[in-house]
C-alpha cells in the first residue's frame, strides 16, 4: 500500500465534505463521501419513518468499498464509523463544531426541529468520538475543531503532514 486510508467523521454540519473534497484535492487522494455513493447505487435496506430517511445498507456499502480500501490512498466521509472494518484505516479525525455554530449551519440547510435538536444533541454528547474511540484503536483517534476558516486550513496542513511522514515510513 502507497497511501494511507483516512477516515473522516463527525456530526452531520461538522465539516467533512469540505476537509475531504480539500484534503483530496492537495493530497491526490480518493475522496469517497458514504451518503453519495449509498444514493447513486442504492445501497438501501428499508425506510426510516421517524427521520424521514433511508436506511444504510451497511453491508452493501462494505462490499462496494472493499477493493479500493484494499489500494489505499482514500478519505472516507459518513457521520457514522462503527460497521466500517477496523482494519481499513491507518487514522480517525473525528471533527468537532460548537454548538451555536453548527446550529447555524443544520439550520441553512433546512433540517426540521427534530432533526436539528437530534443532531446538536449528538454533538453534545460527543457520540461519534465515542462511537471512533469504541470501533478504533484509541491512538489512531483525533478530535479536530472545525469552526472557522482557518480550523480548516491547520487540519488540511497537519494531515498533509501526517500523509507525507506515513508514505516516508511505509516506503521500503
Ligand atoms: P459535513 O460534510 O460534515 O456534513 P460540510 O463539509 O458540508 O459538513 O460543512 C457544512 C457547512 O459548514 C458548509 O456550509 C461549509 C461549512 N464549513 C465547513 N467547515 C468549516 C470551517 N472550518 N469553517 C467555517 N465553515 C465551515
Known amino acids: 500500500m502507497l497511501l494511507p486510508n483516512i477516515l473522516l467523521t463527525g456530526t452531520p454540519g461538522v465539516g467533512k465534505t469540505t476537509l475531504g473534497k480539500e484534503l483530496a ?3 491526490g487522494m480518493k475522496y469517497v463521501n458514504v451518503g453519495d455513493l449509498a444514493r447513486e447505487g442504492q445501497l438501501y435496506d428499508g425506510y426510516d419513518e421517524e427521520y424521514d430517511c433511508p436506511i444504510l445498507d451497511e453491508d452493501r456499502v462494505v462490499d462496494e468499498l472493499e477493493n479500493q480500501m484494499s489500494e489505499g490512498g ?4 459518513y457521520h457514522g464509523c462503527d460497521f466500517f472494518p477496523e ?3 491507518h487514522i480517525v479525525f473525528v471533527l468537532k463544531t460548537d454548538n451555536s455554530i453548527l446550529y447555524k449551519r443544520l439550520e441553512t440547510r433546512g433540517y426540521n426541529e427534530k432533526k436539528l435538536k437530534d443532531n446538536i444533541q449528538c ?3 460527543q457520540i461519534l468520538y465515542e462511537e471512533a474511540l469504541a470501533s478504533y484503536s484509541e491512538d489512531i483517534v483525533h478530535q479536530l475543531p472545525s469552526d472557522k ?3 480548516l486550513e491547520n487540519n ?3 494531515i498533509l503532514k501526517w500523509i507525507e511522514q506515513w508514505t516516508k515510513d511505509h516506503s521500503s
Not at 482514500?74 to 466521509?77: H, K, M, Y
Open 74 to 77: 482514500v478519505i472516507v466521509d
Open 87 to 89: 482494519r481499513w484505516f
Open 25 to 27: 484535492a492537495r493530497s
Open 149 to 151: 476558516p482557518e480550523d
Open 156 to 158: 488540511i496542513n497537519q
Open 123 to 125: 454533538e453534545i454528547f
